[in-house]
């Protein structure tokens, strides 16, 4: 330890003194008024800046003051302030710690006052994070409202016509970032009102008016396919400037460049926009082949954009918020009525053409008279949104969104209760009797057709629908329509050679996947043994159908990851008591922290199997 034997306090007041010749005590007089004045102006300064009561001072800042008005008695001829703080400091930092604790125990002895008898202070209001998206919709009307005649035709060829009517300009950010928070990405849902609202590429056609149909579209392929377009639009890796694009954009002439240009820029900035401030290089895969742009499911291929951008940003892999946010405002508005049903104007397609500035800044009114976004009630089905695979729809019993059975996959129902209103247990001369879940034992029902097959060559097997609260039992094909019809909201959709992911919840013992092409029902199952639970996928149908579906289930934790490839069961609804061929054994350790089974599965069509 170093003992500090430099003089104390008052030996180098002393000395100080020695050294200063004295004066007048009026002199000193004004000179200690001056600093006491330059002191409490510089306190008065720090209490008006916080706002309020100051904190205590430290040891430094007692021993400052007491310092400064000696040093300034015994130096009146000192240039002021400023030259005596820096002889305090100068002082405090030859000090011993002994020195040094008389104003350390007094600054003590204040700050344990000031917390006894000081107020609480309110927490400051959090600031409102910043959505930073590329998403600009009133960039896009600038250059729409420019276009000549001939410009517009071009747009309506290639089945984009329907931007043309775009009258919103700004997004509604604090909207925008409230439905964010309620994207589900895995269940591709909105969950807002107390309701789950799916979204599907026919909602982003009512909205949009872009097509749902036609042929998945493509952005990769071979470099040197695109490396004259690359050139032409001076595209680096960065990406194609949207200024070079509005420069192309400002010239009269309507042919394949235009076009070119203009699919560049509505997908750049308004449709499929990524968290780079440039247009993404690889949409110029789609200007290899301009006949057929309208050919493609523009529909989808926005939507998908939209849960991939999303998905990115809450994993932290970009600041920016990419997809067309436009689409889900418009959405929610169309989705949800705060002024009552009966006040519902007629539906206009595509809706984005009614939402005008006004209408939307109208809204926006109501919606924070109301006390916030969510407060209304979804009318979703009533405005055509949300259903799916329905495509005749007015031919279908739809039923208010609101009376809806919700169903909680996780929640089992009694077996003990009434037998005698429950479907009957499938059997058949192959299949021992087994039990179907929720139903219990019965005895079979006799069929006087023992084909399986009807006249047309289809399956008349009967079926059980999976759900639990549900005791529907039809034929295979009314299966499909039901389930269709009565729980849209209680499955996912999903297309047939192409990865889905998906997750189950800790509650959750399985899952109803219903395929886009043809409507057939898949169950992806969940049990759980010691050590993990355990995954596959059965089919819903007649047991006596020979067609097998091929699988692929998908789990990954990090670097590591696990593998099921095989062949379903085909089986009358969710039964027990058969044992399952294969299953993927999940450990626990690839759950994530809320207890949810992230999981990939990808379903093949025998049809394309064969053909391929």
Known sequence: MVTDSSPNFDDRAAIFSQMVPSESD???????????????????KKKKKQGGTPRPACSWVHFSREFIKEYSASHPESSGLKVATRAASDAWKVMSLEEKSKYTKRAREVWDDYLSSAPAREPKPRKQANLVTRCSPGRLVNVLKNFTSDQKEAVKSMGFGSLLDLKCRTLRR??????????NTIRRSLEICGERIPLYPHDVELVMG??????????????????????????????????????????????????RAFLLYVLGTLLCPT????????????????????????????????????SRYRQGK??????????LQIFYYESVAIGGTSELG????????LWTEEAISEREKQEKELGGYGRGEVICKERGLGLGLLNDRDHVDVIPLREVARVNRGTLVRQDETLESVPFAYKNEKTPPVRIVNHGYRN?????????????????GQSTCPLLNCNFTGLFQELSDHFTTKHWDSGRRFQYNSPLPVSLGMDETFLVLQAEEDGVLFLLNKGTENIGHTVMVTCIGPSDSDERFHYCIVSERGDSSLRLKSYTQTLPGRVEGIPPPDFLLVPFGYLNSSGELNLEVCIWNPTDLVEA
């Open 26 to 44: 009026s002199v000193v007089g004004k000179r200690k008024e001056t600093v006491d004045r330059e002191i409490e102006g510089s306190r008065r």
């Open 174 to 183: 604090s909207l925008c970032l409230w439905l964010l928070e309620r994207f």
């Open 210 to 259: 872009l097509p749902a149909s036609g042929k998945d579209v493509v952005t990769s392929g071979p470099d040197d396919m695109v490396a004259e377009l690359r050139q032409k639009y001076n595209a680096s890796n960065r990406g194609i400037s949207v200024r070079f694009l509005e420069e192309r954009l400002g010239q009269p002439e309507a042919g394949d460049d235009f076009k």
């Open 275 to 310: 968290a780079r401030l440039d247009v993404s290089p690889s949409f110029l895969h789609l200007l290899t082949d301009m006949d057929s742009i309208h050919e493609y499911n523009w529909a989808k291929f926005l939507l998908d954009r939209l849960v991939r951008e999303v």
């Open 318 to 327: 970009q600041q920016a918020v990419g997809g067309c946010l436009l689409f």
């Open 346 to 353: 007629p539906v206009v397609v595509p809706c984005l053409s």
């Open 444 to 460: 079979s029902i006799e069929y006087p057709n023992t084909n399986p097959h009807d006249s047309s060559g289809m399956y008349t």
